[in-house]
């Protein structure tokens, strides 16, 4: 079987598009279209990668006296499974598992912030309006933001955790996960820039409400400005962990 036939049947086998394929290994949708065909063959740094995706040896991708292996378990594309030890390489599906669940953790982190710190505010409007509106009315909403809010910023943290251990020292990216890495890092730099610029103006705004409240003084400006510097707390808080969650964390590119 030569490598044409061999990269067709190992892309079904793991139920793959030619498009999606493409994408994983940074060519177009043609380019492995033509491979399938036997109409050009792959640069040596293209046999690498799907070498790697397809985890096989380019031993068995390159000669064609090599036959090809049986369906392999479900569990198997969870292992590395490189004859090399690759104990301590972060695979390109850790890697989009990795990114998928950061994505998860900085909206729960993010939506938490913004409940817990939004939590008094009703109560302060509702404390305005009537004392027993307050008790209940706005305690509970408070009560419920507050365990809401800390619930999923404490879910957030713990998605987070289980990824520690790929910042360790001894662990590093392989080379179609660091093409991926770029890839994300590149599309995404200037949706992680504008969200720490609002956190960062948010937070300046956040301070204006406190200086009518030092000079008017008085029930209502003291809860209207406080509900105000609370919102834009909150905003600069949820903008700022999620950014740093989905798109500040870093890798090691060697």
């Known amino acids: 079987m030569i490598i044409d036939e061999k990269i067709m049947r190992l892309r079904r086998m793991r139920g793959w598009t030619q498009e999606e394929l493409a994408d994983k290994v940074g060519v177009s949708r043609q380019a492995v279209s033509r491979w399938e065909s036997g109409g050009a063959l792959p640069d040596v740094d293209k046999i690498l990668l799907l070498a790697e995706l397809f985890e096989v040896s380019t031993d068995y991708l390159l000669k064609d006296s090599e036959t090809l292996p049986e369906a392999p378990d479900p569990d198997h594309f969870d292992k590395l499974t490189n004859d090399q030890n690759r104990e301590n390489e972060i695979t390109l599906t ?15 982190l993010g939506v938490g912030c913004l409940l817990f710190l939004l939590s008094p505010v009703l109560l302060l409007i509702f404390s305005i309006i009537d004392t027993d509106l ?5 305690m509970p909403i408070l009560i419920f933001l507050l365990i809401l ?3 999923l910023i404490i879910l957030g943290s713990t998605r987070v955790g289980k990824w520690r251990y790929i910042f360790l020292s001894d662990y590093h990216l392989t080379p179609s996960a660091k ?3 770029l890839k994300y890092q590149e599309k995404n730099r200037a949706k992680r820039n504008t969200l ?3 956190s960062i103006i948010s937070l ?6 406190l200086i009518p409240m030092s000079i008017i003084g008085g029930e209502l400006a003291n809860a209207i400005c406080l509900s105000i510097f609370l919102l834009f707390l909150s905003i600069s808080a949820s903008t700022f ?3 740093k969650t989905a798109f ?5 590119l060697n």
């Open 179 to 181: 093409q991926l890495l």
């Open 196 to 198: 720490y610029v609002i």
């Open 241 to 243: 962990s999620f950014a």
């Open 248 to 252: 500040g964390r870093s890798f090691k």
């Open 204 to 209: 300046i705004l956040s301070i204006i409400p």
């Open 134 to 138: 307050a008790m209940y009315g706005g």
């Open 149 to 151: 809010g800390s619930t």
């Open 94 to 108: 850790d890697l989009e598992r990795y990114l998928s669940s950061m994505h998860s953790a900085a909206s729960n």
